[in-house]
C-alpha cells in the first residue's frame, strides 16, 4: 500500500500514556487477522470514547499526547486504527513497539510536539508526508515533524517490512542462484 | 571508545566494531519467540506477503500456546491451530503445546534457550525479560517477527543506555517487585522510552534468578527497549545444566557511555503498590492498606514462578480465603506446577479456598480465568494496570508482589504480609 504524500482530514484528540489496552482490548486479539473487524473496536477502551469508532469519517487523523501506544507488542493497535479509517497518526511520541509496528506496516506516524499541543479536537488539518508539514485551517497553524533517519524512510516509501524483506529473499535468492 | 552491554550485543549481531546510541543496524538473531496471538499473524505475513517459505533456523524458535489457551472460545481454538501448524509446517524444535510449556517467559528461561551475550526478540512486549540472563532481549511485532523467520535478522535502533545502581540490600518483606514498581514510579511509564535499563549493584547480588527476571520483565512498563543484568555466579548457576547451547557472557566497558544514572538505597525501599490506574503509580503499602477487594490474582510472567508461590504458600498455610473475595493462582508454567505438586503448595492452596489453574497468561490481560467486571477491585501480581487491562476499564487493578496477595486474599482487604505470618521462613524469603 503506498500513501498519498497529501492528507487532509478532521483531528481526534487523545491524551498522554494512551496504552494499547486502551487503543484495541485484548478481548478482539481473537479477530487478529481482521482488519476490518478490529477497526470497529479501535480506541474503544479509552474511558469516555465508547462507540468512537463509528464516528470517523474515512480519512481523519488521530493527534494524541506523549508515549501513544505503550503497553504490549500487539500489532492489532496500529491496524485497528488504520482500519477504523484514520489515515495517519501524529503524537507527541510514541512508545517503541507501536512505532515499530507501525513503520513496517508502512503506516504514516508523524511525531510532533509542537502539533500534539496545539491541535484541538475538530480541527481541520493537511498533512504533507514529504514536507513534514501539518497545516492547521481552524486555528491558522502550522507544525513541522521531526524527521525520520534514512532506514525508516525507506521502509515507510517502500510501503514497510514487507517489500524489503521481498526485496532481500529475491536478491538471496539470486546470490544462491549465482554460487549454485 | 567503550561500549555498554546492550551496544556490545547489538555490534556483534551487526558485524560490526562498535555501535552508537541513535545508530540504525540490521543485526543477526540468535533467538526467537512468537505465541498463540502473535504466531498466526506473523506465519501469514511471513508466507503470504513475504513469499518466505521456510524459517532461518527452526532450531533457534520456540512457540507457546499461552495467551488465550487452553482455547477460551471458538475463535480462540482457530488461533492455537494456526499456530500449531506453523510450528509444524517450519519444523520448530521448540514448540510447547497446552499443558506442556505455560507463559513463554517463563517457559524460556527453565529451558535454557535465551542465554547470556545473545540477542533475543520475541513477538511479545514482555521479552524484555530474559534481560536478567545478561542478554539483549526485545518485544517486537509480528511483521518483526515474520522478517526474523525469513532473513534471521531484523532493524534494530542502537538504544541509550541508562544505569540503575542498587545500593544495600533489601529488607525483610521487601521483593524484587517492590523495587522495580518504586523505580517505575520515580522514573514514570515513559521514563526509560526506548532506552536500555542496565541494573547493577550490590542488592541484585543478593536476590535469585526468578526475582531477577521479575525486575527485568517490567523494563517495558517504564517504556525501556529492554532491560540488562550482569553475569554472575546466580547466572552460572541458573544455566548450569539448563543452558542448550554454549554461550558467552557480555560485559560494559569501564568508560561505557549511559545517558544517566540511576542511584538506589535498596534498604531504603518500602513494601509497595502501584494503584489503579497506572503502573508508575506507586504508593507504599501502609497508604492502601485496609483497601477493600474483590479479587486477588496470582500468576503471570512477572510473579508465579516457583519461588514466587512458595512464598504465597507460605502466608496462606492455615489459613482461608476471606469470604466475599476470590483468590485465583496461575502457575506461569508446567514445570512451576509439577514443582508446586512435588513440594505440597498446590494442597495449599486448594485448603485455602484458592482457584488453582493450568499455566497461562489468563487473567492478565483480560483473557479469561478471572477476567474483571465493571467496579471490580483486583490486587494482582501482574505487570501492568492500564484502564481494561485485566477485563471491564473500570475495574480498579492494584499490583503487589505475591506475599502481600496472598496476605491479602486470607484478610479480604490490602495487608501487609507480617499481619498473616510472623516471618517468612528461611530459604523462602
Redesign the interface.
Known sequence: MTVAQVVRGKSWKFGANIDTDQIIPAKYAIYSLDEKELGKHAMEGVPGREGWAAQVTPGDILVADSNFGCGSSREIAPIAIRGAGISLVIADSYARIFFRNAINMGYPILQSPQAAEGISEGDELEVDLEEGIIRNFTKGDEYRCEAFPPFMNELIHMGGLVPWVRKQLEQRRKAAGRTA | MGMTKTEKILARGAGRDSVAPGD?VLAKVDFAMGHD??I??AG??MRE????EKIWDPDRVAVTQD??QPAK?A??AT?GRLTREFSHDMGIKWYFEVGQGGICHTVLPENGLVLPGELVV????H?CTYGALNNFAT??????L??VF??GEL?F?VPESLKFVYHNRLKEWVEAKDLILYVIGQIG??GA??KAMEHVGEALRHIDMEARLTMTNMA?EA?A?NGIMEFDEVTRAYLDGRAKRAYTPVTSDPDATYEKVFEFDAEKVELGVAKPM?PDNYAPLSEVAGTKLDQVFIGSCTNSRISDLRRAAAVLDGHKVAPGVRLIITPSSHQVAIQAEKEGLIGIFLASGAAWTTATCGAC???HMGVLGEGEVCLSTTN?N????MGH??AMVYLSNPAVAAASAVTGVITHPGEVLKKMPAGIA
Not at chain 2, 492500564?386 to 487491562?389: C, K, T, Y
Open positions: 540504525l496471538l502473535t498466526p499473524p501469514r505475513i506477503q513475504m513469499g518466505a495467551h488465550f472460545d475463535a480462540s488461533l520475541g513477538a511479545d512486549s521479552s518485544g517486537i511485532g509480528s511483521t518483526d515474520a522478517c525469513a532473513l532493524w535502533r511509564v515513559d522510552r526506548s517495558i517504556g527497549k497506572s490481560l483480560g483473557g501492568r492500564f484502564p481494561g487491562r476499564p473500570k
